[in-house]
């Protein structure tokens, strides 16, 4: 199938920011045939302000508004959703406040097209100049590096893939989605790389335990993706163990700074991402795939 990619953007209330990742995709060497801008339901005139400029003129760009803030799950099931139904085939990634090169998506489908690869995601580059990936760049011999998934920073995955796994369960709503669907990749058998000349520009994003901005998410989404993976790649035990650190990490240092609403959301987590049921979402997002239907070829 020739590349028809449908290059994906999820916004809220970030309108400059939004332009300027509208702007560098629209600009790439390889031009994306379908860009889908999800806006979670934004307050501060996010679509007027495009308008303005005439940057929703063309009929490559869909400006999708939903009518309540989804959060970044939500916006990333609904935008490849629709790409996928679209018969796009491939779905590029991005939140609205990434940048990526003018050659980004060229160098992302060259590698997909020569290696047969269904997931590929560029080579994030900080505010400083220095790559997310610092430290796998230095060790690696070669340009496309196997890579364990990440966030939705302008990652190029295929329709094959999509049809194989599903949508992004919408139910996270932030933080943890990406993740999740990392490892249902991981658990169909799907290889995945990081190509170190594709660079995507995207601040880094860190979180104190003291002062976690959001600590309820941070712990059930983690849950739900414990209870959701198969534990192929990760054993559910190191998982498991994982969460535990964070938990208690979170919960002294919210302790000794005082900062009770920070224990109190991690164990209100805790307890939904034990106890919530998540079938119906998995229906939802064809967690697992479409099925052999002709409909989703």
Same mark, same amino acid.
Request: proline share 3%; hydrophobic share 40%; charged share 25%.
């Given at each position: ?46 679509? $007027? ?26 916006? #990333?099931? *609904? ?40 997931? $590929? ?18 060790? $690696?011999?070669? *340009? ?19 049809? $194989? ?20 990749? &991981? ?72 900062? #009770?609403? &920070? ?15 998540? *079938? ?16 989703? &070829?």
């Amino acid at each position: 199938m020739e590349a028809s990619v449908g290059a994906v953007i999820v916004t809220y209330n970030r309108k400059v920011l939004l332009e300027r990742c509208l702007r560098a995709v629209l600009e790439q060497t390889c031009n994306p045939a379908r860009v889908i801008v999800v806006d979670n339901a934004s307050t501060d005139g996010t679509e $007027a302000h495009l308008r303005s400029l005439g940057m929703l003129d063309t009929r490559s760009i869909d400006f999708v508004r939903l009518s309540e803030n989804t959060g970044g799950a939500g916006g #990333f099931f *609904e935008g490849v959703k629709r790409a996928y139904e679209g018969g796009c085939s491939h779905c590029w990634l991005m939140d609205d406040d990434g940048v990526p090169d003018k050659d980004c998506l060229e160098r992302l489908l060259q590698v997909m097209e020569g290696e047969k690869i269904h997931y $590929a995601a560029p080579n994030l580059i900080a505010d400083d100049g220095e790559s997310h990936f610092a430290q796998i760049i230095l060790a $690696a011999k070669t *340009e496309i590096i196997g890579f364990k998934g990440g966030p939705f920073n302008g990652i190029l995955i295929s329709r094959a893939l999509v049809r $194989a796994v599903g949508y992004p369960m919408k139910n996270y709503f932030i933080w943890g989605d990406e993740y999740e669907y990392t490892n249902r990749i &991981q658990d169909a058998g799907f290889p995945m790389v990081m190509v170190t000349s594709a660079i995507h520009r995207h601040k880094s994003t860190r979180y104190s335990f003291a002062r976690c901005p959001r600590p309820y998410y941070l712990v059930r989404n983690w849950a739900y993706s414990i209870r959701l993976s198969k534990g192929l790649y990760m054993s559910k035990r190191v998982q498991v163990l994982q969460l535990t650190q964070v938990i208690v990490r979170l919960l002294i240092e919210g302790s000794i700074r005082l900062n #009770f609403g &920070q224990v109190v959301k991690v164990i209100h987590g805790l307890a939904d991402g034990l106890k919530s049921p998540l *079938e119906a979402h998995q229906k939802e997002c064809h967690w697992g795939g479409f099925g052999d239907s002709a409909k989703w &070829q």
